[in-house]
């Protein structure tokens, strides 16, 4: 079954660094996402992208968070100046639809020291 | 807005008994309803979902989910629980505007006691 796939599955940075998660989502489908998930707390809506813009982001997706695809394959999130609060898990995940069941990448870890 | 409650966020049942995970939600139209599963150091895996018509809904491993309109509630079931099902379960609400945004709860930890 097709899956998405997500690197790194860990990441340490410093703090101030620029990071990128990457994601590779199930090929046909359209609508794109990431969420957050800090360590001990809810799964956190971050961004959703479709036809190539954003469709919608929270207010947790400040100026310091932006995301591309860069081609037919891939879809990035940057944290261009990261802060110890950024650590967390980051999933990515797509549909083909907008109400058909999102399917998620196990997720990267990152860690900002 | 849409909202999700669940309630414990840690339920402990012992190897063949009843699994019953608690989900509320709010919301200003009909709602589609998930709950997905995650295991350690692994994404979030859909185990059922409820669109539209029959309220009873069966998903994956065992585990089935009813919509209760007068409830608004979206409680999880299991009818004897099994070692692997120990794990991380999320209920989740679709946002009504058409981003596909799913609202999750806080999440419920199953431990399944031998």
């Known amino acids: 079954e097709p899956e998405v796939t997500q690197t790194p599955s860990h990441q340490v940075t410093q703090m101030g660094q620029e990071v990128i998660l990457r994601c590779v989502p199930i090929?046909?489908?359209?609508?794109f996402y990431w969420y957050r998930q800090i360590l001990g707390q809810k799964v956190e809506f971050l961004v959703s992208?479709?036809?190539?813009?954003?469709?919608?982001k929270s207010e947790i997706f400040d100026d310091q968070f932006s995301v591309e695809r860069p081609d037919g394959s891939n879809f990035t999130l940057k944290i261009r100046s990261t802060k110890l609060e950024d650590s967390a898990m980051y999933f990515c995940a797509s549909g083909q639809g907008p109400f058909s069941p999102l399917h998620f990448g196990n997720g990267t870890r990152l860690t900002v020291t | 807005a849409q909202s999700v409650t669940q309630l414990g966020s840690h339920v402990s049942v012992s190897e063949g008994a009843l699994v019953l995970l608690r989900c509320n939600y709010s919301?200003?139209?009909?709602?589609?309803l998930f709950w997905y599963v995650q295991y350690p150091n692994q994404g979030l895996q859909l185990l059922l979902k409820?669109?539209?018509?029959?309220?009873l809904v069966k998903g994956i491993n065992g585990f089935e989910a009813e919509f209760k309109k007068s409830e608004t509630s979206f409680h999880l079931t299991k009818p004897s629980a099994h070692m692997s099902d120990a794990a991380e379960y999320f209920c989740a609400v679709s946002d009504p505007g058409n981003t596909g945004k799913l609202i999750f709860g806080q999440g419920t930890t199953l431990q399944v006691k031998p």
């Open positions: 090929s046909n489908h359209l609508y």
């Open positions: 992208f479709y036809n190539n813009e954003i469709s919608e």
């Open positions: 409820y669109t539209t018509g029959a309220t």
């Open positions: 919301s200003s139209v009909p709602p589609y």
